[in-house]
């Protein structure tokens, strides 16, 4: 095989993340006595993507998403409640959710089988993130597992991608691959590291950065290798 480090992003790439937030955050909702409608979620959803793309360009501190965007969520739909007391039940309860796709334990067998080594990078919140990957069953397949608030640093910095490196013996940027569904994170990381990437393109937009490989889903990954 080429590459004999993978770099696996976790949330929308192994971990059906959407998935695992709309259960979590419309829990939430019913506990605190709020809407709990799939429309309610799609409305906080685009608040929070749009908070952790600043995070990923450094435009704001991960501990300021955590509260900013159910006061966002709060004024957009007119409901008064406590944004603190929403975060915490909402980060419990996804510290505790787990849901992988139906294809991911294949394909890291599949790396497994071919000699690769696994390696998980991503933006997230440390005990919300250790929760899950714990909870998934998936752990032992990693040598390692990166995670942007334990580094202090994330997806796409030089400075992330430095330690990553720093932290595999042996690490040889033309034997690695970074496979992600974020461009804004995965592919501008495997861009300012010049290391190749396969970008999982959900949405079927037009790329706007470079890719070495597109794939619609995790599954088609397997006909790459």
Not at 69 to 93: L, M, V
Not at 212 to 221: A, G
Request: a negative charge.
């Amino acid at each position: 095989m080429k590459y004999e480090i993978i770099l696996f992003d976790a949330d929308d790439t192994l971990f059906d993340f959407q998935k695992t937030a709309e259960k979590c955050f419309l829990e939430t909702s019913e506990i605190l006595g709020l809407p709990s409608e799939k429309e309610n979620y799609a409305v906080y959803k685009d608040i929070n993507q749009y908070y952790w793309d600043l995070y990923a360009i450094g435009k704001i501190e991960k501990d300021k998403i955590l509260t900013l965007r159910f006061i966002d969520y709060g004024n957009k739909i007119g409901y008064e409640f406590s944004p603190n007391r929403f975060a915490k039940i909402y980060e419990s309860k996804l510290s505790q959710t787990s849901i992988l796709y139906p294809e991911t334990v294949s394909v890291l067998d599949f790396f497994k089988n071919q000699g690769a080594r696994l390696f998980l990078i991503t933006n997230g919140t440390s005990h919300v993130q250790r929760g899950r990957i714990e909870l998934s069953g998936i752990k032992d397949y990693f040598e390692n597992i990166f995670i942007s608030d334990e580094m202090k640093c994330s997806k796409p910095s030089k400075e992330y991608i430095q330690k990553v490196i720093d932290g595999i013996d042996g690490f040889k940027k033309s034997k690695a691959l970074i496979v992600g569904d974020s461009q804004i994170s995965d592919v501008q990381l495997a861009i300012n590291s010049g290391i190749d990437v396969c970008f999982i393109n959900h949405s079927g937009c037009t790329p706007t950065l470079p890719v070495t490989y597109e794939i619609k889903n995790l599954k088609q990954i397997l006909e790459i290798f």
